[in-house]
């Protein structure tokens, strides 16, 4: 999130001052793809290039000492540090803890926030097939303590997810397990304010996420631009562009609008959880 606020803050210095990418690498002796990855918060500024870039850009008192703090200042240890992650899922659980929203499709699988213990241990044993016990049950209880954004005190997590039929009827952990999850989500969609659940079924056909699941990240800072997370076999994408995250607000907007309802997914799972048998 620091990389972000800094990186954004230095394109709009650059443009107010009217250089390209190109001139302010050449500014401070760097590529302009490497401009433009600070500038997208995909790579960390040195301090010495930071200096150089708010010279060139000619940039306020006031402003440099608030990006120059901005850089030095020292964050709070991350509770998930504790924990041997992969580093695109270290990235992406620190953008949802800092995210005020999230805006979610689920293709094959329930959301990991909505996950009761035996489904998301069944979850990862499926998807991690190769990998020993012990890590299993360590990511397991990773993801565990991660569900407390949405009952934390302060402004916990608000989460909107549109469930494709599949991921109600799939038997992940076998009969017993997939019924215990359906309860769960069942409770969560009923009592917890913060947590909205919509159902997509079989018979509303083709819609526009039939290539799979993904995920908004929308901040408290209305000024802090959304972030779309796609995980994929070929590896995990972060989409920050205004045409991309575009293209997926209005894809979630329309699959709300194709799912049905709160009130009739409530039924819906309830009548699944009665076939279920």
């Known amino acids: 999130m620091k990389r972000r ?32 990855r600070i500038e997208n918060g995909k790579r960390d500024v040195q301090i010495i290039e930071l200096k150089g870039l708010l010279e060139a850009y000619e940039a306020p008192a006031e402003t440099r ?40 499709y689920a293709l094959a699988a329930v959301h990991s926030l909505l996950r009761t213990e035996d489904y998301a241990r069944a979850v990862l044993r499926g998807t991690s097939s190769s990998s020993p016990v012990g890590q299993i049950d360590a990511l397991l209880k990773f993801h565990m303590q991660r569900q407390q954004v949405l009952t934390r005190e302060i402004t ?14 799939r038997q992940i952990g076998g009969l017993d397990c997939q019924r215990e999850q359906l309860k769960y989500l069942i409770q969560q969609a009923e009592g917890v304010p913060n947590v909205v659940v919509q159902v997509l079924p079989y018979s509303k056909g083709a819609h526009s996420a039939l290539s799979g699941s993904f995920t908004i990240l929308d901040f408290p800072d209305p000024t802090e631009p ?21 293209r997926f607000d209005q894809s979630h907007s329309r699959l709300r609008g194709l799912a049905l309802d709160e009130t009739e997914s409530l039924r819906f799972m309830k009548t699944v959880l009665k076939e279920m048998q």
């Open 5 to 36: 606020k800094i990186g954004r803050e230095l394109a709009n210095l650059r443009e107010t001052s009217r250089l390209t990418i190109e001139e302010a690498g050449q500014a401070i002796g760097r590529s302009d793809s490497t401009i433009s």
């Open 156 to 169: 916990p997590l608000d989460i909107v997810v549109v469930l494709d039929e599949a991921c109600l009827w």
């Open 226 to 246: 959304a972030v779309v997370y796609v995980d994929s076999p070929g590896g995990s994408l972060y989409l920050q562009k205004p045409k991309d995250t575009r």
């Open 65 to 104: 000492e608030h990006l120059l703090n901005l850089l030095s200042a020292s964050p709070e240890q991350a509770w998930w540090t504790n924990f041997d992650l992969p580093p695109n899922l270290d990235t992406y659980i620190g953008l949802e803890a800092e995210a005020a929203t999230l805006r979610v």
